[in-house]
């Protein structure tokens, strides 16, 4: 069983890495970072809404694939204030390119989470328009993604753009070949991206310990650029250290590696058994550290926070999760041959008379 | 425009598609192992970097999977990406990318994201490597769905196809036949761009169709010559086109031979020729004299260089199976 510890210590970046000295050793934001950050009341509560929110989306996501209606679905839940936090501290203008658990990061940059889930449902491979989110697609083949970031990265740079490129993925990820190879790219580049790795100590039953043996984040290092370890269950962190690398890397200061420390909550799948590799001893610590009830102590803290705003946030969350319901269940399938239509920008005559034949062999014969 | 006729060797009209390409298209980025001042080890980039400066030609790390890669991101981005393998066994670290990646981003993007991208692989055999130098992967390729694959076997069809290929708003493999990097031709620089989804006809005759692409068309051309002077006429047909079949051209001259030989260099077993006979055969069941022959390799690992012309196809081995089609 693995024994992971709650509280992760924060790896610092290079001695002149001003974004690391915002931190404590544990990896969350300091007093003093704290008011360098200066994140506003309103900001942290943004932060708290949308995460009560997507909480909610992910339980009626979890509850539509019990009742059948989508044929499986990951679990975000220990994820809200990583996927939260490092959306909303992006501009508009900056990309992401997501892995497969980004549900959050897909609603917070704004995506119909119904449209999403149309996906899991089995009806469409193309959940929303990347170029309309500046959101790549949630990529299955696991770590793959991380190089095409580092590409769109190296291009936002030849055409001498200000743009930072965050690219999320998993503590498994970490380990393919993918991931190693677009960090060392990334570095000899110095392209403008962000690796953000979310780190929930999980690989589908495989520990932390079974994966990584030294630091995610001290692997930057070795590719040239600096990498901090955060708490990935404080959303105020995660959202401070994200905008101040964001501006490092818009300012042409190169690549930069910030690993999350959080938790998978849930199972990897609604097809996964969790109950076979780990015990609930091993989800205690971390469900004291509920990234939700850990921003909802700091706006407490800030006295940000009232029972008339927890009651909105609450009924916001509850009228979004139906709609998401409603939406998807009344969603209509693509046509089966539309599949025809997207293999190619410029499809050969072969594949136009296989999309006819296949059309024709759905019409009823008559017979 | 004059019409100047320049000899040149297939490698120069690589070379000289990607430097017009360059020159046409400012988003057009040449990336790879070696491409940069060395101008790769066949020297078919060289001179591009001098003139086209590193930010737009470019040397990266060894790791081909994130060449691949890469080339998915700039292509997002609205560059049009033409990156080398070095060689044909060194793209398969780059197979994940090409096959998960390349080929469905299209599809995945619900069609926002074309991958307006080349992927340039040297391949074949007959230059004396040790293994993983000169094998033949095109049929891992064109059987992946969302993937354009073409392979040119004279300079001007190099010119042509590669330029069409840097111009297709879809991902192209692009095979390049390293053997005949050096076959010379004369030609006019002023090559049109190719239509990348149909053969050629390299040769007319009327007793066979000996169907050959890449490196093989020599070989086929040389049977040709060969069964001429034995008072047989062959017809060559160069595919140009891995995926798509132009099934048309195929079927046309089968049509007019009624006997049909595919000549690869890659294995027999499972090779483009299965389904080139596989078509042939439904198409023209009744057409057909004999059963459609195949000429490539052992089901073997790459042979050691000694003995890689025993297991390639040759002329002698293409008329051995023509004679069987007319002996039926």
Redesign the interface.
């Known amino acids: 069983m693995s024994n992971v510890k709650a509280r992760p210590r924060a790896t610092r970046g290079t001695p002149s890495d001003p974004i690391a000295a915002l931190l404590t050793p544990e990896g969350v934001l300091s007093a003093d970072g704290e008011r360098q950050a200066g994140v506003s009341d309103e900001q942290l509560r943004q932060l708290y809404r949308l995460m009560v929110v997507c909480r909610h989306l992910d339980q009626e996501a979890l509850n539509l694939q019990r009742q059948g209606e989508l044929g499986m679905w990951g679990p975000i839940a220990g994820h809200e204030a990583t996927q939260v936090g490092a959306t909303l501290a992006l501009t508009p203008g900056d990309w992401i390119?997501p892995y497969y658990r980004d549900f959050v990061i897909a609603v917070a940059r704004g995506v119909d989470p119904a449209a999403l889930l149309t996906w899991y449902r089995g009806l469409?491979?193309?959940a929303w328009?990347?170029?309309?989110y500046h959101l790549?697609?949630g990529?299955i083949?696991v770590g793959?993604q991380?190089?095409?970031?580092?590409?769109?990265?190296?291009?936002?740079a030849?055409?001498g753009e200000r743009v930072a490129v965050l690219v999320s993925f998993g503590d498994g990820a970490s380990s393919t070949?993918?991931c190693h190879?677009?960090m060392?790219?990334a570095g000899?580049f110095r392209a403008p991206v962000l690796f953000f790795c979310e780190n929930n100590h999980w690989a589908i039953s495989v520990p932390l310990r079974e994966q990584v043996a030294g630091r995610i984040a001290g692997r930057a290092a070795g590719y040239g650029f600096p990498g901090v370890r955060i708490d990935g269950t404080d959303a105020l962190s995660v959202y401070a250290i994200v905008r101040a690398a964001a501006e490092r890397i818009r300012n042409g200061q190169g690549p930069y590696l910030i690993e999350a420390v959080t938790y998978r909550l849930g199972p990897h799948t609604t097809a996964d058994d969790p109950t076979r590799y780990r015990s609930e001893a091993n989800l205690e610590p971390w469900q004291t550290r509920d990234p939700i009830q850990r921003c909802a102590e700091r706006l407490r803290a800030r006295g940000a926070w009232d029972e008339r705003f927890e009651a909105e946030v609450h009924a916001e969350a509850e009228e979004r999760a139906v709609d998401m319901r409603r939406t998807l269940l009344a969603a209509q399938p693509e046509h089966p041959g539309h599949?025809f239509?997207?293999?190619?920008?410029?499809p050969?005559?072969?594949?136009r008379r296989e999309r006819d034949e296949f059309t024709a062999s759905l019409e009823p014969t008559g017979g | 425009m004059t019409t100047v006729m320049t000899t040149v060797t297939l490698g120069k009209a690589l070379n000289l598609a990607l430097h017009d390409a360059l020159h046409d298209d400012p988003r057009v980025l040449i990336f790879g192992e070696d491409v940069g001042r060395l101008g790769g080890v066949f020297r078919v980039t060289d001179g591009l970097q001098a003139e086209f400066s590193d930010r737009r030609v470019f040397n990266t790390p060894l790791a081909e999977s994130t060449i691949a890669g890469i080339a998915v991101g700039l292509a997002i981005k609205g560059f049009r990406p033409v990156a080398e393998m070095q060689f044909d066994a060194f793209s398969y670290p780059a197979f994940n990318q090409v096959t998960s990646n390349v080929a469905k981003y299209h599809t995945r993007s619900g069609g926002a994201c074309p991958m307006q991208l080349v992927i340039r692989i040297p391949y074949g055999g007959h230059i004396g490597a040790i293994e993983h130098h000169s094998e033949s992967p095109e049929t891992y390729y064109a059987h992946t769905a969302g993937l354009k694959v073409v392979t040119p076997s004279t300079p001007a069809d190099a010119y042509g196809l590669l330029t069409a290929a840097i111009r297709d708003p879809d991902p192209v493999i692009f095979l390049e036949p390293k053997a005949r990097y050096y076959l010379r031709q004369d030609l006019d620089l002023a090559v049109p761009p190719l239509p990348l989804d149909r053969a050629r006809i390299a040769r007319e005759g009327t007793d066979a169709t000996v169907i050959a692409y890449g490196p093989t068309v020599q070989v086929a051309l040389a049977a040709a010559e060969t069964a001429a002077a034995e008072g047989t006429s062959l017809e060559v047909v160069d595919l140009r086109s891995l995926t798509p079949l132009d099934i048309e051209t195929l079927a046309a001259s089968v049509r007019k031979t009624r006997r049909a030989v595919v000549v690869h260099e890659a294995p027999v077993f499972m090779g483009l020729g299965a389904e080139i006979a596989a078509r042939l055969m439904h198409d023209l069941f009744d057409v057909l004299a004999a059963p459609v022959e195949r000429v490539g390799s052992a089901t073997v690992p790459y042979p050691p260089a000694r003995f890689e012309k025993l297991f390639l196809p040759d002329a002698d081995r293409v008329l051995e199976a023509v004679d069987r089609t007319r002996q039926y």
């Open positions: 390119f469409t491979y193309a328009n990347p170029l309309e790549a697609p990529i083949p793959s991380i190089p095409h970031a580092v590409g769109f990265a190296m291009g936002c030849l055409d070949g993918d190879e677009a060392n790219f000899v599949i239509n997207l293999v190619f920008q410029n050969p005559d072969a594949l």
